[in-house]
């Protein structure tokens, strides 16, 4: 599971994380489904948050990967919006995995 997401600080901000597997921390997940809001994120609220598209393919379970923060979900937090944004990865099978922790960019 993602438990390790960040976001990175400077010019272009990024999310960071340790890609998790497709099955528990093994192999490779399929894909990532990453959403933002301007609400809080939690598991119930995720599937009403914004679809990022553009997401990368998954990695190897354990590598890290960086995702470049799309020019919208900037341009709310530079307008004076908290925005949370969470992932979720989904396995070959189309499970997913427990919602990543949160993170907020302002």
Do not use: C
């Not at 679809?51 to 590598?63: E, F």
């Amino acid at each position: 599971d993602l438990v390790n997401l960040r976001i990175t600080r400077g010019r272009a901000p990024a999310l960071w994380f340790t890609a998790p597997g497709g099955d528990y921390q093994l192999g490779r997940a399929a894909r990532y489904e990453i959403r933002y809001s301007t609400r809080r994120l939690t598991a119930s609220q995720f599937l009403h948050a914004s679809l990022m598209r553009r997401a990368p393919a998954p990695a190897a379970a354990g590598t890290v990967q960086t995702i470049a923060l799309p020019r919208g979900v900037l341009r709310l937090a530079r307008g004076g919006h908290v925005v949370y944004i969470a992932i979720q990865s989904v396995n070959s099978a189309g499970n997913l995995s427990a919602l990543s922790n949160a993170v907020k960019l302002r």
